[in-house]
């Protein structure tokens, strides 16, 4: 008797091909048949009308410690993905020394957006080396699998100390820092992670551990992964954001080939202000190819929706010249707030700027109001800020003021990284979208919760770029978030419907899959926010064999797996690497 069938199905097997009829046998976590199925099963899982795919796979999520205070990593698990990878941007939770524990806590709560009360409530460390992390980990129920890549941030900092976070590395220090990560990697991390970008700092505003890093440093540790089968890169350096500098190229291309392995960064930024700095950025793959390197953009496909607001402070307080106002109780922010003169200085400050985030946020006209918790203030929700301003005969940016100061505050503003009306942003988006060097990835899942949810990039993609824009078809973009990222880390079994594959499964309705919008939940441990979303058709996500949600909810079924390198992935070699 077969474990699980699912029957009735049109399968999108992963690989591009056009769906057909096929019901799926699983048994003992596998997919044992495909097509045809008439063995009897202890679950039955009835899919007319409905697809099935294989799960999603992200490979770029900072889900280290929500895992272990939320097995099903929400809201990824939710949307289709049943793969995750953490560990990314040079920042891990392991090696730990007791001594540093604080110190990688901070960083991860500064950098990433994540509440620092929520860690230090939610995060037990029951390790000190990384091999141990990685047994806690198998040792721990998950809803989904989860691979790690290994941070340099805690690398370093196991080598270094206090140093790591203001000096360059001596030999012997290196030297350290190369077998530390190869014992991780021996392990199962699945590779290394770095970021050198200005913007991040630790808990005490002290620039990362990487950035204290030299060219040999970097090219060192990753010549460690190309002694170990199925590991990969991912590196964000500083310049990426200004479309490389010739010596990033040149330093990412020669890590790749130093490793013979792949290297991807992210994201390709689409600007109008800056409107060559997405092929500038693409651009690097090109001359990597020529110094034996293989760089993989991944670009974040989705019009991301993001939130703001004035009561917590999410992303305003860190405008120029904004945080003061959020350095005041909440009653004189609201007097604040009511003052013409203070409401011109803010808007001034804001308007002036050529670059930065001011630039980001001041397009006030197209923002929405999303949250209102004030039941006499409802009727605004999903009211556009620029019809409100044209209601009340004021400007945009007096209208918002005006909504925040009616809901004392407890409102959220959101709108969406590009406009439906900005064509020229549409056709730069697309481009990057179809360009095949790119890798359609990026969700930073678990981070960054005060302003997005990215986790649910396949089912908002879906709905975009399959139903409304019809510049994918519904196969080709299942491919890309299951068969491609899988193939670039070696994933064994994952990423297709197959017979000996892994049964990671997803059952959707095509015809209505997507997410919903962003919305506060206070369920982080020690009573902390974030943002999140839910699923919109998405009947059921299988990993393992394991139906772990159904309906849009989790079922309390916990059949996740660890990814560890060598052992559930295979070598991708730079040399000879290639997505599709």
């Not at 500083?238 to 010739?246: A, C, H, L, N, V």
């Not at 890590?255 to 994201?267: C, G, I, K």
């Not at 001041?362 to 800020?385: M, Q, S």
């Not at 890309?480 to 059952?507: C, M, N, Q, S």
Request: hydrophobic residues 45%; proline residues 6%; glycine residues 10%.
């Amino acid at each position: 008797m077969l474990d699980l069938v699912v029957r009735g199905a049109e399968l999108v097997d992963g690989t591009g091909a056009a769906r057909w009829p096929a019901d799926i046998g699983v048994h003992d976590g596998r997919v044992v048949a495909v097509g045809t199925v008439e063995d009897d099963a202890a679950r039955t899982v009835d899919a007319h009308g409905l697809v099935v795919a294989p799960g999603f796979v992200d490979l770029h999520t900072h889900y280290d410690a929500q895992l272990f205070w939320d097995p099903m990593v929400t809201p990824s698990s939710l949307h289709g993905v049943t793969t995750v990878v953490a560990g990314n941007c040079g920042l891990t939770l392991a090696p730990a020394a007791p001594g540093d524990r604080e110190f990688l806590t901070r960083l991860l709560a500064n950098v990433e957006s994540i509440p620092e009360a929520a860690l230090e409530a939610g995060l037990e460390y029951r390790w000190e080396t990384y091999p141990e992390f990685l047994d806690v980990v198998e040792s721990t129920p998950l809803g989904v699998n989860i691979g790690f890549m290994v941070g340099h941030s805690a690398i370093r900092r196991a080598v270094m100390g206090e140093e790591a976070s203001s000096a360059e590395a001596s030999d012997e220090q290196l030297e350290r820092m190369c077998a530390l990560l190869s014992e991780a990697i021996a392990a199962g991390g699945l590779g290394f992670s770095t970021a050198n970008a200005a913007t991040q700092v630790d808990g005490d505003g002290r620039p990362t551990p990487p950035n204290l890093a030299t060219r040999a440093e970097f090219l060192a540790l990753a010549a460690v992964c190309g002694r170990h089968p199925g590991t990969s890169i991912e590196f964000i350096p500083d310049s990426f954001i200004r479309g490389f500098s010739d010596d990033d190229v040149e330093l990412l291309a020669d890590m790749s080939a130093a490793a013979d392995r792949p290297l991807n960064w992210n994201t390709p930024l689409i600007n109008r202000a800056s409107p060559d700095l997405h092929e500038r950025q693409l651009a690097a793959t090109d001359r990597a190819r020529e110094r034996g390197g293989w760089l993989v953009p991944m670009f974040s496909p989705q019009n991301t929706q993001l939130q703001h607001d004035f009561l917590r402070g999410y992303v305003f307080r860190a405008i120029p010249g904004w945080a003061w106002l959020f350095d005041l109780d909440v009653d004189a922010r609201i007097r604040a707030l009511e003052d013409p003169e203070v409401r011109a200085q803010l808007e001034r400050s804001v308007s002036e700027p050529t670059a930065g985030l001011a630039v980001v946020v001041r397009n006030w006209a197209n923002y929405w109001v999303n949250e209102v918790n004030d039941p006499g203030l409802r009727d605004l929700v999903g009211r556009r800020i620029a019809d409100l301003a044209t209601e009340w005969g004021i400007s945009p940016f007096d209208a918002m003021l005006a909504v925040a100061v009616k809901a004392r505050l407890d409102v959220g503003f959101t709108r969406t990284s590009y406009q439906p009306d900005d064509d020229w942003a549409w056709q730069a988006r697309l481009s990057v979208l179809k360009d095949p060097r790119v890798l359609l990835q990026a969700s930073d899942a678990g981070a960054h919760l005060d302003m997005m949810a990215n986790a649910d990039f396949p089912t908002r993609c879906i709905a975009e770029l399959v139903r409304e824009r019809a510049v994918f078809g519904l196969e080709e973009l299942v491919h890309h978030f299951t068969d491609r990222p899988a193939r670039l880390y070696g994933l064994k079994g994952r990423g297709r419907v197959e017979v000996g594959g892994w049964a990671d499964l997803i059952v959707f309705d095509p015809e209505t899959v997507g997410a919903g919008s962003l919305h506060t939940e206070a369920d982080l441990p020690g009573g902390a926010v974030r943002l999140t979303t839910s699923p919109i058709g998405m009947h059921h996500v299988v990993v393992a064999g394991g139906v772990v949600v159904e309906d849009g909810a989790p079922t309390g079924e916990l059949s996740g797996r660890v990814v560890r390198s060598g052992r559930d992935t295979e070598t991708v070699l730079a040399s000879k690497g290639r997505l599709d």
